[in-house]
């Protein structure tokens, strides 16, 4: 996994839109705690217990952990997934 503190590629309206589906999720689904609540095209589809594996997930899936920090998959493609995430925002 590589994580680089780079920043863009979402507007604050995005970002705000990605908090609160997350939060939603979480809301719905308590007994995933941590970790962070994954996205694609606005919606949530999933879990994982940490920031992880990028080649699991397609490019521009969006991981929002618990904090509100926000992270973008890069590269690769939709068949072999993406290279990695990037931090878009962080909640601090």
């Known amino acids: 996994m590589s994580v680089r503190p780079t920043y863009g590629t979402m507007d604050q309206d995005s970002i705000e839109a990605?908090?609160?589906?997350?939060a939603q999720w979480r809301e719905r689904n308590g007994e995933h705690q941590g970790g962070v609540v994954?996205?694609?095209?606005?919606k949530a589809y999933g879990w994982k217990d940490s920031l992880r594996d990028p080649h699991a997930e397609r490019p521009g899936a969006v991981a929002v952990d618990e904090a509100g920090n926000i992270s973008l998959?890069?590269?690769?493609?939709?068949?072999a997934g993406a290279e990695r995430w990037v931090a878009?925002?962080?909640a601090h």
């Open 73 to 79: 998959a890069e590269g690769g493609n939709d068949l």
């Open 18 to 22: 990605a908090r609160s589906v997350a």
């Open 88 to 90: 878009v925002h962080s």
């Open 38 to 42: 994954l996205l694609w095209q606005g």
